[in-house]
């Protein structure tokens, strides 16, 4: 809700409710009163500039609910960069996030307020690795995740989003696929795709989310020890221990949409604790129990940042793709988005 201004007690009022644990949610009516200058600020200042900024669930709740213009998972936040009419874009995510908007957005200013930028999976792979790989398998489809650099969209030739990994996988018109970079969502979609009864050759690069992959199966037998009526909700980034076990698994949209529509007696969420926090404070009636499991890339956005870079971004928060670079990375996401429809 960036179209209000902000009290003290309207801001404890929305974030009360965050109760994961970890300092950076703890939200008293003090934390509060130091929070709403900000907060009040950038919404002002995002007027003056007509700039938007998209935020990613991981994020802190206070971008998530008061300065956030849309929050979203990758695919979320693709299609309203790909739609926006504002100026400027302040992408409060990671850099291969604002890199996709700017993908979409030439002519935009696209900023990322952190300066802590990175990815595990992103970091994971290079232009020079695909190269090579390219040579040693040339009748594979270089099916890439949205969790890579431009650069290596550059060389891959259609990309995918949690959201629509499996589907386009299906779609794609060749039996040889290979999957980069993250080895657990590959080893997701194979077991996916012979569910489906669909044969295909897939191979995988070897990254992960650090995140994502710390989830081990004792840790959803203590919960369901402790709760037993509980509903165990995994993303295709956790290993295919965790997603068997699970009672759904989808991205981060995907699971506020199951939880919305579902009415267990609590939830388990295992994906970044950002997500947690956004359904405590979205659906407050709702039971869920929380792990405290960040992501140190998303947590690096914070309100200074934000003002900051609406106020005078620095040249390392700009965010710049070279034409060529652009021309073939383009094409991997506009293939996402034409086999996603
Ligand atoms: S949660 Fe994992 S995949 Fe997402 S930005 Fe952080 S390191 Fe990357």
Redesign the pocket.
């Known amino acids: 809700m960036s179209h209000i201004t902000w009290t003290t007690e309207t801001l404890y009022e929305e974030l009360k409710s965050v109760t994961l644990g970890g300092n950076i949610c703890l939200y008293t009516p003090e934390i509060c009163e130091t929070l709403v200058p900000k907060i009040n600020r950038i919404n002002t200042l995002k007027k003056e500039k007509n700039a938007i900024i998209l935020a990613?669930s991981?994020v802190v709740p206070e971008i998530v609910r008061c300065v956030a213009d849309y929050v979203g998972d990758s695919y979320g936040l693709s299609k309203q960069a790909k739609n926006t009419t504002a100026d400027t874009i302040i992408f409060s995510?990671?850099k291969?996030?604002a890199e996709t908007a700017k993908l979409l957005n030439p002519s935009k200013n696209v900023y990322i307020p952190g300066t802590f930028n990175?990815?595990?999976?992103?970091d994971s792979i290079t232009t020079h690795d695909i190269k090579q790989l390219k040579k040693k398998y040339p009748n594979y489809v270089f099916m890439c995740y949205i969790?890579t650099t431009a650069a290596v969209k550059a060389e891959c030739d259609v990309c995918v989003t949690s959201s629509n990994v499996y589907d386009i996988a299906e779609k794609i018109d060749s039996n040889y696929i290979y999957f980069l970079p993250?080895k657990l969502m590959g080893k997701n979609l194979i077991n996916e795709l012979k569910r489906r009864n669909c044969h295909k050759t897939i191979r995988y690069w070897d990254g992960s989310?650090?995140?994502?992959e710390e989830y081990n199966p004792e840790m959803i037998d203590y919960v369901r020890l402790k709760h037993p009526n509980i509903s165990v909700l995994a993303h295709p980034?956790c290993s295919p221990d965790i997603v068997d076990r699970a009672d759904y698994t989808g991205s981060t949209s995907q699971i506020i949409n199951h939880v919305k529509d579902t009415s267990h007696d609590s939830y388990f969420l295992l994906?970044?604790c950002g997500l947690t926090s956004r359904l405590q404070t979205e659906i407050p009636n709702k039971k869920f129990v929380g792990t405290c499991t960040m992501?140190?890339?998303?947590k690096a956005n914070s309100l200074d940042n934000i003002e900051a870079v609406l106020k005078s971004p620095t040249e390392a928060q700009n965010i710049s793709i070279d034409s060529e670079t652009r021309h073939k990375a383009i094409h991997c996401i506009e293939k996402m988005f034409e086999l996603a429809e």
């Open positions: 990613h991981y995510a990671v291969f996030m990175g990815c595990s999976l992103a969790n993250d989310c650090y995140v994502h980034e994906t970044e992501c140190k890339y998303m």
